[in-house]
């Protein structure tokens, strides 16, 4: 590795590439970047740039912008949590049992990535909808999720779930099951072992899965939009606020909520790299 | 990982002029403009209107080929109306657009793709059919819904999309204004009340007018959806025989508007044809065509040979009661509007 490399030799030189062509590589990815991310994103703060101080004021004190915005994060947030927990399950799944249809099971992980989101949306309302599958048994016993905030958690907990199991699979496979073995026979019951030894060596992968399921959650609209049931100030997203500004040709309103949303979203997840940077250089040094 | 010091600059400085030299490089392959084609028309539309619009490009089409002895090919494209007038706004080449309101043509003319006053070029407020808004309730009508003061009894669930999303869903707000200030002499707070109650008995407000008639017919939500009456008789006919129409006494005139973009028609020279494509709207032969789909003709003949096939109901419109649509916007749907202010006393 190279930072062992830069470890060994004390203060780090450049290393040698073995591979020449840092210029032209750095210059597609600057441009690639440039026209993919960067200058739609500039674009974006730029049109916000054109609102006043009292626009602004006046847009996050609607408390139907706020609350759609407590709902899109405490919501994505909630969502990546259950994905952390059962997408590690079924990480572990897939990954230390054979089974038949292992496969099979393997590939329907991804379907949520491939599946138009409107298609989703339908089919999950379809399901959870008072008179559907899943809704008409929940409905005897009160619980309502179609058209509720509920609903639109499990649109979010569907939508993340390969997120964490795809970033959690590789880093699994590696772990050695000796590992465990190990200790198990140090006197480590299931749980310490669990905790001690096996989380700590899947935290980074977990935590960055939890990351990207939670940053999709918070920007999907289309599978959310149908089984919301779009109540002002209950199960309104964030993003159907920016269609609503949209469908007033406040172009500037809208973007300004995107521009909110984005620096909220950046500022998470920084902390969540930081996070994993620090706890990173804890085991380092422990 | 770029570390900023030494020489790292300079490669940093090759890195970014190889960039550009691509950039350059890609732009110029980049073909000119295409030349414009007059063999085209495009007519940007709102949703419920897809099958109307098949079956009247496909007679249009027929009928220029023999008038003008050219091909033809109309193009259509539909979506939520105010979607689609932004996104002729944005760009895309409408030769002519046939929405949902006034108000997103407006939006268009504020934006100097057409002229501000488009709506009086073409006969009839530019509109070359009418619905209205009327109820679609559950076969046998279990609820007794008969007019609008049944949908504010307690118990009755109604759906209705999110006006501030859908435009179907601003005609069903306004038809249930337009009809409590009938009731009680123009009285707003009285109005305010009733559409407020009203709203208390909608459990779900979709994004769009579709997504409500699906919640409605297939989700088995709601006693009763305020809906489009062309798609209304749509849902009769696509969801079989589980729902009755209920006409109200009295409904709003929808009028969904039509226009050509000038300055589209200028540039692509189309001007011509996109005109004749809107006139023929209004002659008999496609006002049947309209009638087929259970829009309201305007030709006073054609309406009379298919009028048996409509419930009568006294309508008013939104010009009389509202001074017009984006009036009637302003006040009720903008932020702070009206229909916020109703969800906000909660």
Same mark, same amino acid.
């Given at each position: 590795?190279?930072?062992?490399?830069?470890?060994?030799?004390?203060?780090?030189?450049?290393?040698?590439?073995?591979?020449?062509?840092?210029?032209?590589?750095?210059?597609?990815?600057?441009?690639?970047?440039?026209?993919?991310?960067?200058?739609?994103?500039?674009?974006?703060?730029?049109?916000?740039?054109?609102?006043?101080?009292?626009?602004?004021?006046?847009?996050?004190?609607?408390?139907?912008?706020?609350?759609?915005?407590?709902?899109?994060?405490?919501?994505?947030?909630?969502?990546?949590?259950?994905?952390?927990?059962?997408?590690?399950?079924?990480?572990?799944?897939?990954?230390?049992?054979?089974?038949?249809? @292992?496969?099979?099971?393997?590939?329907? !992980?991804? &379907? =949520?990535?491939?599946? /138009?989101?409107?298609?989703? $949306?339908? %089919? +999950?309302?379809?399901?959870?909808?008072?008179?559907?599958?899943?809704?008409?048994?929940?409905?005897?016993?009160?619980?309502?999720?179609?058209?509720?905030?509920?609903?639109?958690?499990?649109?979010?907990?569907?939508?993340?779930?390969?997120?964490?199991?795809?970033?959690?699979?590789?880093?699994?496979?590696?772990?050695?099951?000796?590992?465990?073995?190990?200790?198990?026979?140090?006197?480590?019951? @299931?749980?310490?072992?669990?905790?001690? !030894?096996? &989380? =700590?060596?899947?935290? /980074?992968?977990?935590?960055? $899965?939890? %990351? +990207?399921?939670?940053?999709?959650?918070?920007?999907?609209?289309?599978?959310?939009?149908?089984?919301?049931?779009?109540?002002?100030?209950?199960?309104?997203?964030?993003?159907?606020?920016?269609?609503?500004?949209?469908?007033?040709?406040?172009?500037?309103?809208?973007?300004?909520?995107?521009?909110?949303?984005?620096?909220?979203?950046?500022?998470?997840?920084?902390?969540?790299?930081?996070?994993?940077?620090?706890?990173?250089?804890?085991?380092?040094?422990? | 990982?770029?570390?900023?010091?030494?020489?790292?600059?300079?490669?940093?400085?090759?890195?970014?002029?190889?960039?550009?030299?691509?950039?350059?490089?890609?732009?110029?392959?980049?073909?000119?403009?295409?030349?414009?084609?007059?063999?085209?028309?495009?007519?940007?539309?709102?949703?419920?209107?897809?099958?109307?619009?098949?079956?009247?490009?496909?007679?249009?089409?027929?009928?220029?080929?023999?008038?003008?002895?050219?091909?033809?090919?109309?193009?259509?494209?539909?979506?939520?109306?105010?979607?689609?007038?932004?996104?002729?706004?944005?760009?895309?080449?409408?030769?002519?657009?046939?929405?949902?309101?006034?108000?997103?043509?407006?939006?268009?003319?504020?934006?100097?793709?057409?002229?501000?006053?488009?709506?009086?070029?073409?006969?009839?407020?530019?509109?070359?059919?009418?619905?209205?808004?009327?109820?679609?309730?559950?076969?046998?009508?279990?609820?007794?819904?008969?007019?609008?003061?049944?949908?504010?009894?307690?118990?009755?669930?109604?759906?209705?999309?999110?006006?501030?999303?859908?435009?179907?869903?601003?005609?069903?707000?306004?038809?249930?204004?337009?009809?409590?200030?009938?009731?009680?002499?123009?009285?707003?707070?009285?109005?305010?009340?009733?559409?407020?109650?009203?709203?208390?008995?909608?459990?779900?407000?979709?994004?769009?007018?579709?997504?409500?008639?699906?919640?409605?017919?297939?989700?088995?939500?709601?006693?009763?959806?305020?809906?489009?009456?062309?798609?209304?008789?749509?849902?009769?006919?696509?969801?079989?025989?589980?729902?009755?129409?209920?006409?109200?006494?009295?409904?709003?005139?929808?009028?969904?508007?039509?226009?050509?973009?000038?300055?589209?028609?200028?540039?692509?020279?189309?001007?011509?044809?996109?005109?004749?494509?809107?006139?023929?709207?209004?002659?008999?032969?496609?006002?049947?065509?309209?009638?087929?789909?259970?829009?309201?003709?305007?030709?006073?003949?054609?309406?009379?040979?298919?009028?048996?096939?409509?419930?009568?109901?006294?309508?008013?419109?939104?010009?009389?009661?509202?001074?017009?649509?984006?009036?009637?916007?302003?006040?009720?749907?903008?932020?702070?509007?009206?229909?916020?202010?109703?969800?906000?006393?909660?």
């Amino acid at each position: 590795m190279a930072a062992n490399a830069a470890i060994i030799g004390g203060r780090p030189r450049a290393p040698r590439r073995v591979i020449p062509g840092f210029g032209p590589t750095l210059g597609f990815t600057l441009l690639y970047l440039s026209a993919i991310v960067l200058i739609p994103l500039a674009a974006l703060f730029l049109k916000a740039a054109g609102m006043g101080w009292d626009q602004w004021v006046a847009t996050f004190t609607d408390w139907r912008v706020l609350a759609s915005l407590r709902l899109s994060f405490g919501g994505s947030a909630i969502a990546a949590l259950v994905n952390a927990v059962f997408g590690l399950l079924v990480a572990w799944v897939l990954v230390r049992y054979d089974f038949p249809g @292992r496969k099979l099971v393997d590939a329907m !992980v991804d &379907l =949520p990535f491939a599946l /138009p989101t409107a298609v989703a $949306g339908i %089919a +999950l309302t379809a399901l959870y909808a008072p008179n559907g599958w899943i809704g008409s048994l929940l409905e005897p016993l009160g619980i309502k999720v179609a058209f509720t905030p509920l609903g639109v958690i499990v649109a979010m907990v569907f939508i993340g779930l390969p997120f964490v199991v795809r970033t959690v699979e590789p880093v699994l496979a590696d772990l050695d099951a000796e590992l465990e073995e190990a200790a198990a026979s140090l006197g480590a019951d @299931r749980v310490q072992t669990f905790v001690r !030894v096996i &989380l =700590p060596a899947l935290g /980074p992968a977990l935590l960055t $899965g939890f %990351a +990207l399921a939670f940053a999709r959650a918070v920007g999907e609209y289309g599978s959310i939009i149908f089984i919301a049931g779009n109540m002002p100030g209950i199960s309104e997203i964030a993003p159907l606020m920016i269609v609503t500004k949209l469908e007033q040709f406040d172009y500037v309103g809208a973007t300004a909520i995107a521009v909110v949303m984005l620096v909220v979203s950046f500022v998470l997840l920084l902390a969540i790299n930081a996070l994993q940077k620090w706890r990173h250089a804890r085991l380092r040094g422990g | 990982m770029i570390r900023f010091i030494d020489d790292e600059w300079l490669r940093l400085g090759g890195a970014v002029l190889f960039a550009a030299a691509f950039a350059a490089g890609v732009a110029t392959l980049i073909p000119g403009a295409q030349a414009a084609e007059s063999k085209t028309l495009l007519n940007v539309s709102y949703d419920p209107t897809r099958e109307l619009y098949q079956q009247v490009n496909a007679a249009f089409t027929k009928q220029w080929k023999a008038k003008a002895g050219d091909e033809l090919k109309i193009n259509q494209s539909h979506g939520g109306s105010g979607k689609q007038a932004r996104s002729v706004i944005d760009g895309l080449e409408a030769d002519v657009v046939t929405l949902a309101l006034a108000y997103d043509i407006d939006a268009i003319a504020a934006r100097g793709l057409l002229d501000k006053e488009w709506q009086k070029k073409l006969s009839y407020n530019s509109a070359p059919y009418t619905s209205t808004i009327v109820f679609l309730v559950r076969k046998g009508n279990p609820k007794q819904i008969k007019d609008w003061d049944d949908l504010v009894k307690p118990g009755v669930s109604v759906i209705t999309p999110n006006p501030k999303t859908s435009g179907g869903a601003r005609w069903n707000h306004l038809a249930a204004w337009g009809y409590a200030l009938n009731k009680w002499n123009g009285d707003e707070g009285k109005a305010l009340d009733f559409v407020s109650q009203l709203y208390k008995n909608v459990p779900v407000l979709d994004s769009g007018a579709r997504g409500a008639t699906i919640t409605f017919a297939q989700r088995g939500l709601g006693d009763v959806l305020l809906a489009w009456e062309n798609e209304a008789y749509l849902a009769l006919d696509e969801f079989g025989g589980g729902f009755e129409i209920v006409t109200p006494s009295i409904s709003i005139l929808a009028e969904p508007p039509v226009a050509v973009v000038d300055k589209v028609v200028d540039r692509r020279g189309t001007r011509a044809v996109a005109e004749a494509y809107l006139q023929y709207l209004y002659t008999p032969e496609a006002q049947q065509i309209i009638a087929k789909n259970h829009y309201r003709p305007r030709d006073p003949e054609v309406w009379k040979a298919v009028q048996k096939g409509f419930s009568p109901v006294k309508l008013f419109t939104i010009d009389d009661v509202f001074g017009g649509w984006t009036k009637a916007q302003n006040t009720h749907f903008a932020d702070g509007g009206v229909f916020d202010k109703i969800f906000a006393k909660k």
